[in-house]
């Protein structure tokens, strides 16, 4: 690791950063969540029968994460080469054009490219953001900043789903779009990350992957980092994406609304994201937070599996529980932008957060082969992945360094 000279950067431009930041996360979860929200009304609307509903909801899912995997790396390295505003700017241009488009598509393989294209673009906007905020704060509240930019953003999911509730899917791929190209123009003014500045005069390699392969301890933080996120998106993208089957095979009748479910468990993310933020500003630890919240998923887990299917109230409250646990994500993530030098950080973040979601696709098609091909009930199969994952994230974390206290003026070589 070598050490670089910061410049200073005004409580203004900070506090500009944070809005911009928070703004696009609005614009990149309601168009993430907008799949969830309307899949199923829209591939009926283009023809999908009921028996082919399940795996074409899972393929464009699929999709849409293989394009966030890809771009999640494609954007890492264009934020460390050429500046983390490049990334904010070049990602919301393709998913709003991409989103716009899924309003037209006609075929399931036309909404596939549609959602594959967007997922591209999507992959770049919370890396870039949490890097750019962390930068520019001060070390001794930079844990608050990507908090609260996730603690708003994640209010797009919704925003997509009331949209959905009272007008057509076409409408929310329409409105997704257009609030895309409408923070274009917010983002104007926008400072750059001083340390990415400072960068540019060294000869250190930047947005370079193989940093990390070519050494073990990088790696292993890496690798750590990716299994402790798997808990919230095994929630988000399976039991969520699948709450109808789930609770159905839990015995509820009638079934719990599925955009309900989601409204519970994005108001109380939003909580989560800015309360892990400020428990770990008080607990002076990155760590500690997760752990907790971790322990509250394992709490929610517990309900859902036990009481829940006793009534549609306690259902929501166990999927607010959960929402609120994995609110600890953001935290992870500041933390994994503080393992790592100024030269792969952007694409650490980027990468590995959707990497993190791409965790969709694997467990995707585990809880699928195991209720279709095993004829495992639909709430047992989620159950032992839910309850494993969480004990891997627990352990995870254990294998981390605390890094509430640390610079980022450095660079990993």
């Known amino acids: 690791m070598t050490s670089s000279t910061t410049t200073t950067i005004s409580n203004r431009a900070i506090v500009l950063g944070i809005v911009v930041s928070a703004l696009g996360f609005f614009v990149d979860l309601y168009d993430i969540m907008a799949l969830a929200a309307i899949g199923e009304p829209s591939l009926k609307a283009i023809g999908v029968n009921a028996d082919a509903m399940k795996g074409e909801l899972n393929f464009l899912q699929s999709m849409q994460m293989f394009g966030m995997l890809l771009g999640g790396f494609l954007w890492g390295v264009i934020g460390d080469k050429y500046g983390r505003l490049k990334v904010l700017f070049g990602s919301i241009i393709l998913y709003s054009l991409f989103t716009l488009l899924n309003a037209f598509v006609e075929t399931p393989g036309q909404y596939a490219v549609c959602r594959f294209l967007a997922g591209l673009g ?187 299917q006793k009534s549609v109230t306690l259902y929501y409250i166990a999927f607010a529980g959960f929402g609120l646990s994995v609110g600890f994500v953001i935290q992870l993530f500041t933390l994994a932008a503080e393992n790592f030098g100024t030269n792969i950080r952007t694409l650490v973040t980027g990468s590995g957060l959707n990497l993190v979601r791409g965790w969709v696709i694997p467990f995707g098609a585990l809880f699928t082969w195991m209720t279709s091909s095993l004829h495992i009930v639909e709430w047992k199969a989620a159950a032992a992945i839910a309850f494993a994952v969480c004990i891997l994230a627990m352990w995870s974390i254990s294998q981390l360094e605390e890094t509430f206290h640390k610079d980022l003026d450095f660079e990993s070589t």
Do not use: C
């Open 122 to 308: 999507l992959a770049g906007e919370l890396g870039a953001g949490i890097t750019l905020v962390s930068e520019q704060m001060k070390k001794e509240y930079r844990g608050l900043g990507p908090a609260i930019l996730a603690g708003f953003g994640v209010l797009g999911a919704i925003v997509a789903v009331i949209i959905g509730k009272n007008y057509d899917w076409k409408t929310v791929y329409l409105v997704g779009g257009i609030l895309g190209f409408l923070l274009l123009f917010l983002r104007i003014g926008v400072v750059e990350s001083g340390l990415f500045k400072v960068s540019q005069h060294s000869k250190v390699s930047k947005g370079n992957f193989m940093i990390i392969l070519r050494n073990k301890t990088y790696l292993k933080k890496f690798i750590f980092i990716l299994l402790a996120g798997i808990p919230a998106w095994f929630v988000n993208g399976v039991m969520m994406q699948f709450s109808n089957y789930i609770s159905a095979s839990m015995g509820m009748y009638p079934l719990p609304d599925k955009g309900v479910v989601i409204v519970y468990f994005f108001i109380a993310l939003s909580l989560g994201d800015v309360l892990a933020g400020f428990v770990s500003q008080w607990l002076k630890s990155r760590k500690k937070s997760i752990y907790i919240f971790l322990s509250v998923h394992l709490l929610s887990l517990v309900l859902f599996f036990t009481l829940a």
